[in-house]
């Protein structure tokens, strides 16, 4: 299979728009359900507020947040794919620009520094863009999240050592929520990394910040603290948009890798409630989108 970039480019531009006006079912549902468990009144009127923001987003085709975030994109390529890794990179960048000038959006992406804009939501090493590779015969999928400055501002990491123990991430994890409070826009998924390196471990948070709704960490030990934190986080009371209630999180996911035997990161990626992602499948010379 060899990969057409034009389609490539089509699909990102097309990928950033969709995700930024339409939320994927598992986000929708679990905000009704949210909304159906939530027992203080306010927190209620706030989730049903979240869900008319949705429905007017789709029914108009307008933006769920004004927040067009930094656009960071996931490519997994399956054997027997044949592409240049330069073109294919460069294919991304011009659909991201094209996404940002001809819809248009709003570029939320600056220089470091000098905080130039160049309004295409492009520049230094932007889009991010992750590649990944199954073995899976002339697979290709794209798998992209606009990640709002809000959401973003609530990652943190711990060099915890071994003898912190899993009660050390416990901690970590819910002081952390704890000191975001409503900053991050509640509900969340709150995403844990736990191992690796410093920089492994902050992936690991992202990847599981960004899962869907209802998937579980695929190692048991992971899995038990997922549903340990998840309790624990929605048992502080913080509430949508911070003003108190039951629905804190959607849920804490969490992604573990192996580690240093003198050390344990532990890494925090908070996703807000409007928890935006979308994916394009390739297969005979088309995309699909899904989420």
């Known amino acids: 299979m060899k990969v057409d970039l034009d389609l490539v ?19 929708k549902q679990g905000i009704q359900r949210l909304h159906d468990a939530e027992s203080n009144a306010l927190a209620k009127s706030i989730l049903a507020v979240m869900n008319r923001n949705i429905q007017v987003a789709e029914e108009t085709k307008n933006l769920l947040c004004q927040d067009t975030g930094i656009p960071i994109y996931t490519l997994t390529i399956g054997r027997g794919v044949q592409v240049d890794g330069t073109d294919l990179i460069a294919a991304i960048r011009r659909g991201t620009a094209r996404a940002t000038t001809e819809h248009p959006l709003r570029s939320s992406v600056v220089h470091p520094i000098t905080r130039f804009n160049e309004q295409t939501s492009c520049g230094r090493k932007v889009p991010v863009i992750n590649i990944e590779f199954s073995d899976r015969p002339d697979y290709l999928r794209i798998d992209m999240v606009p990640k709002g400055s809000g ?32 900053r991050v826009c509640p509900p ?24 869907p709704l209802g998937s579980a960490c695929d190692d048991p030990e992971g899995a038990a603290l997922e549903a340990e934190l998840s309790a624990a986080v929605n048992g502080l009371g913080i509430g949508p948009q911070g003003l108190g209630g039951d629905a804190t999180a959607f849920a804490v996911h969490v992604e573990t890798a192996a ?8 890494a925090v990626n908070i996703q807000c409630h409007s928890a935006r992602r979308a994916s394009a499948t390739f297969k005979d010379g088309a995309f699909e989108i899904g989420a």
């Open 9 to 27: 480019e089509e699909a990102a531009k097309t990928l950033y728009i969709h995700a930024l006006k339409i939320l994927p079912d598992d986000i």
């Open 188 to 211: 969340t998924i709150v995403g844990v990394g736990v191992g690796g390196t410093a920089d492994l471990c902050m992936k690991l948070a992202k990847i599981a910040a960004t899962r």
């Open 259 to 266: 580690t240093h035997i003198t050390m344990n990161p532990v």
């Open 151 to 182: 959401s973003e501002n609530g990652s943190f990491l711990k060099m915890c050592i071994p003898a912190d123990g899993v009660a050390g991430i416990k901690r970590f994890v819910v002081e952390k929520v704890t000191e975001a409070g409503g």
